[in-house]
């Protein structure tokens, strides 16, 4: 045990403080659990807590702290004597060996064990892993023993997956040698958090969903182009079985030791980004306040969270808070300008991310997250221009102080709270075509001036909106995340662009419609310097993981 984790509470203390008793508790060790399916039958009635949605503006490369701002403000909650539980995402090995590290926190806001989430945890993406690679072994498989179903080898759309970044795998040729090794076809890998069945086991609501979501996957088309199931590949039994154990919610805790339900781990820019309906109903009924996050920026996570999680949650955020930094604000500032200059022009990007979340009617706090070497008065200078747009904003220094530097910010989300009166008002309708869904998500929430679609993009989308069932569905928008365009160089507040979207697929499972905007890929890269050149193993202890 690392000496960051030997403070840590049994778990069944740390359920206590949720109220949930042994008997709906799955020991994974000593400080990690799974919160069993027979809890609801003594939870489902009773009133729902308060939900605090977490998210940021477009970020840095390195992240601005939205995860730990999200811990440190459910610890300051916490020590404010409320009932309090976290919400978060399970970390993918992908960052955690390529460009950001861990997804735990950082400093004094963090949850923990924090190398055991990080890694293998509780074994949840891997299984999603192993239960989506079983659909692709049976669609090649299904083609080699004859092809009842006709399978069209050129539109298989049901990829491989792993959870690590490596580009070389993004296009690949499969079936090469003899007539026994199979059907020679162009494929390729995605990241497991990108696969369809992480978003189904975030969305699903129970086990007979589930069973009915994994049946309508699309894995491809046949020759005559009709739709291939996984239904009809009669594998869903099979799939659930390796989802037994991963449909369960994990509790942790914070170095603090307030509860963390970390459950589900869908990336943002590639797809839906929120952790699992299930956590976050089992913590609703838990706890007076909720404290989750939703991936990157408002115009990625923020977005999804409020169209395709929140409805099937049947509740939405009582408040939002847009975490910043001074280094990203400036990030986004004009180049050749003065320091002062360069928060003054960067601000617009803020600025866009406050009036996006106005556009839902939902209340919201802007957190300044501060660095140790930060300068005083540039942040008191962010201040002041939230206050010019009549946006609160409060300096959090959770990551140095833990709970004690989140007191400002709670209080202030508290306030906004109990002041709030305005009702939620959706971005687009359900009912709305499927580009008209686009074309408000891209003129209102991107500041764009419309879109430019890819002859691939526009024939699918075409279909969803002829097709009277999934021409309902929410859109999923695949981007960068670090614009509020496509284009990742293209910072700040852009104005006069257009989003392109070169293509699209009907996620039939998920219930949603994903598309693909730029040069945004499903399976990332690792940069020059990986993180994995910095991570060991000395005796137990995992170091340079953070």
Not at 332 to 350: M, Q, V
Not at 431 to 449: C, H, P, W
Not at 462 to 469: G, H, I, L, M, N
Request: hydrophobic letters at 40%; glycine letters at 10%; a neutral charge.
């Amino acid at each position: 045990m690392t000496v960051q984790n030997s403070g840590l509470k049994q778990i069944a203390l740390v359920a206590e403080q949720l109220g949930v008793r042994d008997e709906y508790l799955e020991p994974y060790g000593r400080h990690k659990a799974k919160i069993l399916p027979g809890i609801w039958s003594v939870i489902g009635n009773r009133p729902n807590g308060k939900l605090i949605l977490v998210t940021a503006i477009n970020p840095t490369s390195a992240g601005e702290g939205k995860t730990t701002t999200t811990i440190g403000l459910g610890d300051a909650m916490s020590h404010l004597g409320y009932r309090t539980c976290i919400g978060l995402r399970e970390p993918s090995l992908g960052p955690c060996f390529g460009l950001k590290g861990g997804a735990t926190g950082g400093g004094r806001a963090q949850v923990a064990p924090t190398e055991d989430i990080n890694l293998h945890f509780t074994g949840d993406i891997h299984a999603v892993t192993s239960a989506h690679n079983l659909l692709a072994a049976v669609v090649d498989n299904h083609m080699h023993q004859g092809n009842d179903l006709r399978l069209d080898p050129k539109r298989i759309l049901w990829r491989r997956v792993l959870d690590l970044n490596d580009r070389a795998l993004r296009h690949i040729v499969v079936g090469l040698g003899g007539k026994a090794d199979g059907v020679v076809r162009e494929s390729g890998f995605d990241i497991s958090v990108a696969s369809e069945l992480m978003a189904i086991l975030c969305l699903h609501a129970d086990p007979a969903d589930l069973r009915r979501r994994i049946d309508h996957i699309i894995v491809g088309h046949s020759v005559d182009g009709a739709a291939i199931t996984c239904g009809q590949l009669k594998v869903t039994g099979s799939l659930m079985a390796l989802l037994k154990d991963a449909v369960k919610p994990n509790l942790v805790q914070t170095l603090g030791g307030t509860p963390a339900l970390i459950h589900g781990g869908p990336f943002a820019n590639i797809a839906h980004g929120c952790n699992s309906i299930m956590a976050t109903k089992y913590a609703l009924k838990l706890a007076d306040y909720v404290v989750t996050e939703a991936g990157f920026g408002a115009d990625l996570g923020a977005e999804k969270f409020l169209a395709i999680k929140c409805p099937l949650l049947g509740k939405y955020p009582d408040a939002v808070v847009i975490v910043a930094t001074l280094r990203a604000i400036k990030l986004h500032a004009c180049d050749g300008i003065g320091e002062a200059e360069r928060l003054i022009s960067g601000f617009a990007n803020l600025q866009k991310h406050v009036e996006n979340i106005r556009h839902y009617n939902l209340p919201l706090v802007v957190a300044v997250n501060a660095f140790p070497s930060d300068d005083p008065e540039e942040i008191e200078l962010v201040r002041r221009l939230c206050r010019e747009i009549d946006a609160t904003a409060v300096t959090s220094t959770v990551w140095r102080d833990g709970a004690a530097g989140g007191i400002a910010l709670a209080q202030a989300v508290l306030d906004v709270v109990a002041t709030a009166s305005a009702k939620f008002r959706p971005l687009y309708e359900r009912s709305d075509s499927v580009f008209e869904k686009l074309r408000k998500l891209a003129t209102v929430i991107y500041g764009a001036s419309g879109v430019a679609y890819s002859p691939q993009a526009k024939s699918v989308l075409e279909k969803v909106d002829a097709d009277q069932e999934v021409r309902f569905y929410p859109i999923c928008m695949a981007k960068t995340q670090y614009s509020l365009s496509d284009d990742k160089n293209l910072l700040g507040r852009p104005e006069n662009f257009r989003i392109n979207l070169r293509d699209a697929k009907i996620m039939a499972g998920a219930e949603f419609i994903t598309t693909y905007a730029g040069d945004i890929v499903t399976m990332p890269g690792l940069p020059k310097r990986p993180a994995a050149e910095s991570i060991d193993l000395n005796g137990e202890e995992v170091t340079g993981l953070s």
